[in-house]
């Protein structure tokens, strides 16, 4: 769980991502062909998805030319660390200063 935590820590945007992927495999449990999801199924993009693999959260159970299709490593430690980040995760985004506009 220490992996994902950490990567929860530094990379609370990914939490909406996490919870798709974990709804997606928890959909297909019980198939037994299930070989993973793909970007779209989580709404994120490829390099995001290669920074979580690096990242040691997801890895990539298929490849072909056509698709690349990921599952999570440990998905009960994501679910966990995933119960420790607020539902939209926890980083606020705020301006130093307001953008003035000129006429």
Same mark, same amino acid.
């Given at each position: 769980?220490?992996?994902?935590?950490? &990567?929860? $820590? %530094?990379? /609370?945007?990914?939490?909406?991502?996490?919870? /798709? +992927?974990?709804?997606?495999?928890?959909?297909?449990?019980? *198939? /037994?062909? &299930?070989? =993973?999801? %793909?970007? *779209?199924? !989580?709404? +994120? &993009?490829? /390099?995001?998805?290669? @920074?979580?693999?690096? =990242? =040691?959260?997801?890895?990539?159970?298929?490849?072909?030319?056509?698709?690349?299709? &990921?599952?999570?490593?440990?998905?009960?430690? %994501?679910?966990? @660390?995933? +119960?420790?980040?607020?539902?939209?995760?926890? %980083? !606020? !985004? $705020?301006?130093? $200063?307001?953008?003035?506009?000129? $006429?």
């Amino acid at each position: 769980m220490a992996g994902e935590a950490e &990567y929860l $820590r %530094t990379h /609370a945007e990914m939490a909406s991502v996490l919870r /798709a +992927a974990i709804r997606e495999e928890e959909l297909h449990s019980g *198939d /037994a062909s &299930y070989d =993973g999801w %793909t970007w *779209d199924r !989580v709404r +994120a &993009y490829p /390099a995001s998805l290669m @920074a979580m693999v690096i =990242g =040691g959260v997801i890895r990539v159970s298929f490849k072909s030319n056509s698709q690349t299709r &990921y599952l999570l490593v440990n998905r009960a430690a %994501t679910k966990l @660390a995933l +119960a420790g980040v607020g539902s939209r995760g926890s %980083t !606020v !985004v $705020r301006r130093k $200063r307001p953008i003035s506009r000129k $006429r």
